[in-house]
């Protein structure tokens, strides 16, 4: 049916309920739009496409688990990915080459010398992954540390000016070309250390194997001593009876350890040795008693004596000088006896092999 055939009021209906048709679409293919765009913008801002990059390069040994758009990871937080993974020539000293960049402001922690990219696996399936270390790691204060790349400020922006030059000692203009080389310290993949484990594993087997038959003797060793301790144990079972009886007769009377040590007959003995002992005590203190009374008496009968004698010093004044003359006398005597001729052969010395007693005072000079 056409429109023309259609009454106004139809026509009127038609024409709003299109007007909200494109009203709605329109605005569906703004929103199409803004979540597209704002899309791109957050997967601009995730990727860096905003942020100043700059370009590093390595050498590793293998390119396995490594492609192209995977994370360069510093301090264990994306700071760049990888652009570029190819083979060098034939004739290189090196393997395989690899190109990544690093977004700001990570690579303001990379710095000359000391930073290095690691070669890190990271499971049992060969996966791997670059992570680039922070300069200024190695503690050393003797050395000059100096960033990869340079940063200036621009008119009011901040710009990346220069790149080190390791060789020259300073920094060369900064172009989109540049790029740094970095040192690699590639870890062997798991598999290949997996791989050297097993051969070690492989030459210690016999190894292992000759200790497990060592184990196994010891082992046997070990079952036939615990079956003659068994026997053992069985044969000593009735000595062990005995000694249980003997002790359970220990705590009677009659058949205590002491009863068993020391007959009747030698009890009584004991008794009359002790009687004895007792008596003879009981003597010897009442001897001792007799004889303390006698010393006492002695000793008072020598105490008058030394005052009797006391007594006669002090009334002879005398006898002391008489003595004193009689022994001066005497002295004279004898040597005259040894002055004698026909006396002074018998109280001559005899001589011997001593030397000289030595003169107790060292002999003096003469006087002039």
């Given at each position: 049916?056409?429109?023309q ?12 309920m ?10 569906a ?64 000293e ?12 990570n ?17 049992f ?28 400020v621009?008119?009011g ?106 007959s ?43 005052s ?18 009689a ?42």
């Amino acid at each position: 049916m056409a429109l023309q055939d259609l009454t106004p009021q139809l026509r009127t209906r038609l024409s709003r309920m299109e007007r909200a048709v494109g009203i709605f679409v329109g605005l569906a293919a703004v929103l199409l739009l803004s979540g597209f765009f704002y899309y791109l913008y957050h997967t601009a801002v995730r990727k860096g496409w905003f942020l100043t990059k700059v370009t590093y390069y390595a050498y590793v040994d293998s390119a396995a688990g490594l492609k192209v758009g995977d994370p360069v990871k510093l301090m264990g937080f994306d700071a760049g990915e990888i652009t570029k993974i190819l083979p060098e020539n034939p004739e290189s000293e090196y393997d395989v080459f690899i190109e990544f960049k690093i977004k700001e402001p990570n690579y303001g922690y990379i710095w000359f010398p000391d930073s290095r990219v690691k070669v890190i696996a990271t499971g049992f399936l060969g996966s791997r992954f670059l992570e680039v270390t922070k300069g200024g790691s190695s503690g050393s204060t003797n050395v000059a540390y100096h960033a990869t790349y340079r940063e200036e400020v621009v008119n009011g922006k901040k710009l990346v000016t220069g790149v080190w030059q390791d060789k020259e000692g300073t920094y060369a203009p900064y172009t989109k070309s540049s790029r740094y080389w970095l040192v690699a310290d590639e870890a062997p993949p798991v598999t290949e250390r997996l791989e050297g484990i097993a051969k070690e594993l492989e030459q210690a087997l016999p190894n292992i194997l000759n200790l497990t038959n060592q184990l196994t003797a010891v082992l046997t060793n070990s079952a036939q001593a615990t079956s003659n301790l068994n026997a053992l144990a069985l044969s000593a079972r009735p000595t062990a009876t005995n000694l249980a009886e003997i002790t359970a007769q220990l705590r009677e009377f009659n058949g205590s350890l002491g009863r068993w040590l020391f007959s009747t007959n030698f009890n009584q003995q004991l008794e009359l040795a002790a009687n004895n002992a007792n008596a003879t005590l009981a003597s010897v203190d009442s001897n001792l008693v007799v004889v303390a009374e006698k010393l006492s008496l002695s000793l008072d009968n020598l105490a008058n004596i030394t005052s009797n004698l006391n007594a006669q010093v002090q009334t002879n004044t005398n006898i002391l000088s008489a003595i004193s003359a009689a022994v001066t006398h005497t002295d004279d005597l004898v040597q005259g006896l040894k002055r004698h001729w026909l006396l002074r052969s018998a109280f001559k010395t005899r001589t011997t092999n001593q030397p000289p007693s030595r003169p107790l005072l060292p002999p003096t000079r003469p006087r002039p």
